[in-house]
């Protein structure tokens, strides 16, 4: 069952933060986040495994609710090229990853 | 190869013919996954492989796809008698093993028109 991501957009100033929201229904093993410029293939950013672990991008965090099954990304201190959609991923006992419908993310100077 | 590699990049065909996409996954990746994607849609997965075998085809729509994965390595997504529907991004990615804490590393898509 495909995750629901929000907002569906954002637009924002450069320097200005973000938060975008990922929940699901079932219980999640991962979530997986990924960027996508116009064109280009999805790009990956952070995963976020059962029990805490991470392993991603140096400049964005994100925290995982087990209980709550939802996953949120923390873009701080925007930068123009943080512009693109923004996917999630859930991985559970389907295993295969599910995306959203994912977050268009513009930044502005 | 240093990414995964996906043609062609562009496909235009007429309805009711047969298409196949290629996919060359990264080398040493066991993995291989073909998804979707529409206009202002997040990737809809298809299949995937662990090796040379369909670990989950859920996701193909109907018995017009099929995909296939002979050696392990390259890939090939097979549409029959196309419909103007299946006109969208076809996205295949690799990792390392088919598990939740993998990366996916995705080509750039092949985007096929039906008209």
Same mark, same amino acid.
């Given at each position: @069952?495909?995750?629901? @991501? ?8 450069? =320097? ?22 116009? =064109?280009?293939?999805?790009? $990956? &950013?952070?995963? &976020?495994?059962?029990?805490?672990? @991470? ?23 925007? @930068? ?6 923004? $996917? ?8 295969? &990853?599910?995306? =959203?419908? =994912?977050?268009?993310?513009?930044? &502005?100077? | ?22 996919? /060359? ?15 202002? %849609? ?14 989950? /085809?859920?996701?193909?729509?109907? /018995? ?10 390259? +890939?090939?997504?097979?549409? %029959?008698?196309?419909?103007?529907? /299946? ?11 088919? +598990? ?16």
């Amino acid at each position: @069952q495909q995750p629901v @991501q929000s907002p569906q957009a954002v637009i924002l100033r450069e =320097g200005e933060d973000a938060v975008i929201n990922c929940s699901s229904s079932k219980a999640l093993y991962s979530v997986h986040w990924y960027r996508q410029k116009h =064109g280009e293939a999805p790009v $990956f &950013l952070m995963i &976020l495994l059962k029990g805490g672990e @991470q392993k991603g991008h140096e400049k964005i965090s994100a925290s995982f609710n087990e209980k709550k099954q939802q996953s949120s990304l923390y873009l701080t201190a925007s @930068q123009l090229s943080y512009s693109g959609t923004y $996917f999630c991923g859930t991985y559970g006992s389907a295993r295969q &990853l599910t995306f =959203g419908s =994912g977050t268009q993310l513009t930044v &502005l100077p | 190869g240093a990414g995964v590699s996906q043609t062609p990049s562009n496909k235009v065909t007429e309805k009711g013919k047969y298409v196949e996409l290629r996919c /060359d996954p990264i080398s040493g990746h066991t993995a291989l996954y073909w998804y979707r994607q529409s206009l202002g %849609q997040g990737p809809e997965f298809l299949i995937y492989f662990q090796g040379t075998g369909a670990a989950d /085809d859920s996701g193909l729509p109907n /018995d017009r796809f099929f995909a296939v994965r002979p050696e392990g390595s390259v +890939s090939t997504l097979k549409i %029959q008698r196309t419909e103007r529907g /299946d006109s969208a991004v076809y996205l295949c990615a690799s990792s390392y093993q088919s +598990s939740g804490a993998n990366v996916l590393t995705f080509g750039a898509g092949s985007r096929l028109t039906v008209l």
